[in-house]
């Protein structure tokens, strides 16, 4: 199961490793333009000029500047591996072999299916890398992986924090949000309105999966002494133009135990991540390991070719 950490929605698998987490990649305020490296640069060795290889930064760079959105997305990727992999190693948590050996095949189907009739998985990966299928294959079973954890490693730490389970209408037009406000504060039945809000929920009554209790800002703050049948908003996120309203149902205790992987794994095929709980967990681990959401310099180096320094 491939999933973007943003939508929470199956990714095609033949794009999982293409396109890694760029779903995961929308503007974000935090995002700035670090300083340029300083020290040794990294080479890439694989791309030489008269002898000279190239200068990490300068591809860097380059990156930045060409695709400035993609480059967040994988900002971002990298900081949600590394997040999942410091998670798992402080709760214990480690890939399931037998849950990765199917996601490997379905993704391979998912790229054969893709194919032309006559190309083979070799021929694909050479022409798409420049890589023989081995390299890929190996490549692809790390980014399903990290995905896996990612995905174990959310709703573990969403049940250990305790969770808050509501409704939520989501709207562009203000005065509609307002509107939704009024009626659930008279007593409206938010399943009702459902219909219409831009985003129903994943069974269509406005209802979503339980949220880790650290949520984004303003709600966090809304919800924290508030009691079931609440309501709250209309508000907006933090660089979201859209509208909210939510109606509280409960709020689900922590769970002193964490639920082992397998458990965890039939939970998410039974539900996939949302993208609230995406966000949720993502700004939640850059407030806890003092992460920096930044881009690259773009800025290149003075020359794009280095001589390799002796070992």
Known sequence: MVTSCWSGKPVPLALALALGALACGGPSSRTEVAFPWRGHPALLSEIMLDGRAMDARAFTAETVFMFP???RAMVRSLLRGEFARLEAERMGYQVDPDELDTAVAQSVNGIRAGLAEDQELEDWAQG????????????????????QLYQIVLRADAMAAGRYQFHMLIGADPQQAEQWARRLRKGADPRML????MDPGPKGDSSFPPVAVYLPEPLRSKLKSAKAGAVVGPFQFEGDQLWRVVRLESRLPPENRPAPAVVLLEQLR??????????????????????????????PPAQAFVVPKPE
């Open 69 to 71: 959105d993609e480059s």
């Open 194 to 197: 459902a219909r219409e809000s």
């Open 128 to 147: 798409r890398y420049g890589r023989n299928w081995s390299q890929v294959e190996a490549v692809l079973r790390r980014h399903l992986g990290d995905n």
């Open 270 to 299: 039974r539900q996939a991540i949302t993208p609230l709980e995406a966000r949720t967990w993502f700004e939640e681990m850059v407030r806890r390991y003092t992460a920096q959401e930044r881009l690259p310099s773009l800025l």
